[in-house]
């Protein structure tokens, strides 16, 4: 399936917006959608576009995974009852961790979050519903990571060959899968979304999943949700594309009050980039640095080590797995 992209340069958000609304409405018709809304600005511009075009025969879920930053369902939910759009939140923890059970290839985790996201998850909902189309942020840079082969996206279907409606019961839409990131950010702001949702910095599909190298496991997704809320403080005035932390999988060697202590590691990323095709670490001071440390090795339990990725994207990616 071949996608032309919407270039920067080229995008008029107004005139997209408008043909994009039509293309909805005239897709789904009399019938009704449901989509998911993380609070990225993707799922946030899908969920403005769609409800736009279908009012209230859209209905927009907060996945609440277990994987999500602290109490990110609230925070969203509150955000978009203000725009006049009831988002209700979706308990489904327990068929996530249970779908990550000791699984630790990178590409076996993103198989099971799509299996469970789309088969278990949304085709409840659809057949629940009585839904036929299911609306999600799917965006230029997924599509073409997966289709070269750098890492499968776990939103990617329709473009690896996979016939939706006959697995899983109902047909994908796709608004903003011509756009890369800074388009979409173009859009969200035409729409009306707040600046703390279109400049907000990416987060990943399978969410803290995608920041934990081995096995995802309640404890060690706390752990990187401790580490996240941490970097976001520290770092939301950088200006940056996107920060993150990142917990390893082995334990090192550390010291506590002259004692040995054997812990966790977080690992930093911290890039400037426009569209996540190419990325280059941010030049962190090292008071800021050593901030980091500090606050990670204090106030997250078990953790003795904090690095800093200083490799540029290539030959490195913005997330770990």
Not at 142 to 147: A, H, L, P, S, Y
Not at 176 to 200: C, F, H, T, W
Not at 210 to 238: D, F, P, S
């Amino acid at each position: 399936m071949e996608i032309k992209e919407i270039k920067i340069e080229e995008l008029n958000p107004d005139e997209f917006i408008k043909q994009t609304i039509e293309e909805i409405s005239s897709t789904v018709g009399s019938g009704l959608a449901i989509n998911a809304l993380s609070g990225g600005v993707d799922s946030s511009t899908v969920t403005m576009l769609g409800h736009r075009a279908l009012g209230n025969r859209l209905k927009t879920y907060f996945i609440e995974n277990g994987l999500m930053r602290e109490k990110e369902g609230e925070k969203i939910v509150s955000l978009f009852e203000n725009l006049g759009i009831h988002v209700e939140i979706l308990d489904v923890k327990e068929q996530f961790f249970n779908a990550l059970k000791d699984l630790t290839d990178p590409e076996e985790k993103r198989e099971a979050i799509t299996k469970t996201f789309y088969k278990d998850v949304f085709g409840k909902l659809v057949k629940e519903s009585g839904a036929k189309y299911l609306m999600q942020g799917t965006n230029y840079t997924d599509v073409e990571e997966t289709i070269a082969g750098i890492k499968r996206q776990h939103n990617i279907l329709a473009q690896l060959g996979i016939d939706t409606e006959e697995q899983y019961g109902y047909i994908v839409i796709e608004p903003i899968v011509q756009l890369r990131k800074s388009g979409i950010r173009k859009v969200a702001k035409a729409l009306g979304l707040p600046e703390e949702i279109y400049n907000r910095p990416p987060f990943p599909g399978p969410a803290l999943s995608a920041r934990i190298i081995g096995e995802v496991t309640q404890k060690r997704v706390e752990t990187v949700r401790k580490a996240t809320k941490i970097v976001e403080e520290e770092l939301h005035n950088t200006n940056a594309f996107q920060y993150l932390a990142i917990l390893h999988k082995d334990k090192v060697t550390g010291m506590r009050e002259g004692k040995r202590d054997y812990g966790l590691q977080i690992e930093v990323r911290c890039w400037e980039s426009l569209d996540a095709i190419t990325g280059s670490p941010t030049r962190l001071s090292y008071d800021i640095l050593e901030q980091l440390a500090k606050r990670i090795t204090t106030e997250v339990p078990g953790v003795v080590s904090v690095t800093y990725n200083i490799t540029k994207k290539p030959p490195s990616t913005i997330e770990a797995i």
